[in-house]
C-alpha cells in the first residue's frame, strides 16, 4: 500500500525526531565517559603521586592511609556526593498552585510564542516511570526538547500540550507573571527579547542552567 504525501511526511518527521535523540544518547554517552574518564585519569595520577611521596618521607602510614579512605568513601556515600554522569530526577517538593499567579495564555501566546515551553527542567521518579512525559535521552532525564528548542509535547499548531492531563508537576506549578526571563513587562507584555535570544534554543542548542523553570 503507497502511503499518500502527508503520511510520508509523518513518517519522516517521526524518524527525523527519533534519528535526533538517539545522535543525543550517544553524544551524551561518549561525552560523559570521556569525560569521566579524563578526570579520573587526572586525578589519580596526582592522587597517587602524593601518596607515594608522603609514605616514602613516613609523613602517613598505610594502614591509617585504608581506614581514612573508607570512612571519607562512607561519607561520601551517605551524603550523595559521588558523582554521577550529569544525570538529574526533580525531588517530589510537595508543591501546589496555591499562591500562583494565574495567566491567560491564550491572550499573550501571540507575543511569547509560548516562549516558557522552552524552559527546561528534570522529571520526577513517578513522571518518569509513568511512561506519558518523553524525557531527553541525551540528558536523562530532563523534559524533552526537539530541535527549535520547545518541549517535544507543545503542539505548536494550537499552543497546546499534548499530555495536559498528565503534565510535570513543574508546569502546573509555575507561573510566568512574575519571570524576569520572560517579561520585562507583565502587564504591557513586553517580552524580554534579549535574554530569551542568548539563552533559549534555537539561537543557543543546550539549555543552559539559567533556564531551568
Known amino acids: 500500500m503507497i502511503m499518500d504525501e502527508d503520511a510520508h511526511a509523518l513518517h519522516d518527521d517521526a524518524t527525523g525526531k527519533l534519528e535526533r535523540q538517539l545522535e543525543r544518547s550517544q553524544l551524551f554517552t561518549h561525552t ?26 613516613g609523613m602517613i602510614h598505610e594502614a591509617e592511609l585504608e581506614t581514612a579512605v ?17 544525570t538529574a530526577i526533580r ?9 500562583m ?18 524552559l527546561n527542567f528534570a522529571l ?3 513522571e518518569i516511570e509513568s511512561g506519558k512525559v518523553k524525557w531527553d535521552l541525551g540528558r536523562p532525564y530532563f523534559i524533552r526538547h526537539e530541535a527549535d528548542g520547545y518541549c517535544t509535547h507543545l503542539q505548536q499548531s494550537c499552543g497546546g500540550c499534548s499530555v495536559y492531563k498528565d503534565r510535570p508537576l513543574i508546569c502546573r506549578t509555575y507561573s510566568c507573571a512574575h519571570d524576569g526571563r520572560i517579561w520585562k513587562n507583565f502587564e504591557a507584555m513586553e ?3 534579549e ?13 543552559r542552567i539559567g533556564t531551568v523553570m
Open 70 to 86: 573508607a570512612r571519607v568513601r562512607e561519607q561520601m556515600q551517605a551524603g550523595g556526593e559521588l558523582a554521577g554522569p550529569g
Open 195 to 207: 535574554w530569551i535570544a542568548a539563552n533559549l534554543p534555537p539561537g543557543v542548542e543546550e539549555r
Open 191 to 193: 517580552l524580554n527579547t
Open 101 to 118: 499567579v494565574a495567566v491567560d495564555c491564550n491572550s499573550r501566546m501571540h507575543v511569547c510564542k509560548a516562549v516558557c515551553c522552552k
Open 32 to 57: 560523559a565517559l570521556g569525560e569521566g574518564f579524563a578526570k579520573i585519569a587526572e586525578t589519580s595520577s596526582f592522587l597517587y603521586g602524593l601518596l607515594d611521596l608522603l609514605l616514602a618521607k
Open 91 to 99: 525531588p517530589d517538593s510537595g508543591a501546589t498552585t496555591s499562591g
Open 124 to 126: 520526577s521518579v513517578p
